[in-house]
């Protein structure tokens, strides 16, 4: 955009330059070429030769410039064509780099959830060992107590048969 502002305004100051210039080579000519240039009069050939012969080479200059401007538009726009593909081989790029990280990110996560799965597995496994420990530990406590109970009435038949024989034997005694 900035190119053809600077096309537009070289375009401008040439047209000033070439106003200048007529107006500079239209005050050397006589009143009847004067008024030929102005639109009045007759145009006759020796008129038109005049004003071909002052006017062809700005012309020709005018030309040139032109061309020497039409070349640096042509220039710059190739010039904004490879930068836009430059752009966009960055964009691209950055789009690819973007891609790799957010992949690596992804690829992290799962790896962390993966560990995390394994941990879990694991604390399932131990949890497990230990509600069987805790029952057969149960189990124990209760065959255990179930004895317990046994050797306590043993116990007591045979406390009372004790006293009975102690009680027999005073009786015995007596």
């Known amino acids: 955009m900035a190119t053809e502002i600077d096309f537009l305004s070289q375009n401008q100051q040439l047209n000033e330059d070439l106003g200048e210039h007529q107006m500079e080579k239209f005050s050397k000519y006589s009143l009847v070429q004067k008024a030929v240039f102005k639109g009045d009069g007759d145009d006759t050939l020796e008129n038109i030769l005049v004003d071909q012969r002052f006017l062809a080479p700005l012309i020709i200059e005018y030309d040139k410039h032109l061309e020497e401007l039409n070349g640096q538009l042509k220039y710059y726009q190739k010039q904004m064509g490879e930068m836009k593909l430059q752009l966009e081989n960055v964009i691209k790029e950055n789009e690819r780099s973007e891609l790799s990280r957010q992949k690596l990110h992804t690829q992290e996560l799962l ?52 006293r009975k024989a102690a009680s027999m034997m005073n009786l015995e005694n007596i």
Request: net charge positive.
């Open 111 to 162: 790896s962390q959830l993966e560990m995390a799965n394994e941990k879990v597995a694991e604390n399932e496994k131990l949890i497990l060992e230990h509600q069987e420990k805790a029952s057969r530990l149960q189990r124990r406590l209760s065959a255990a107590e179930q004895r317990a109970a046994l050797a306590s009435q043993q116990l007591s038949v045979i406390t009372v048969q004790r």
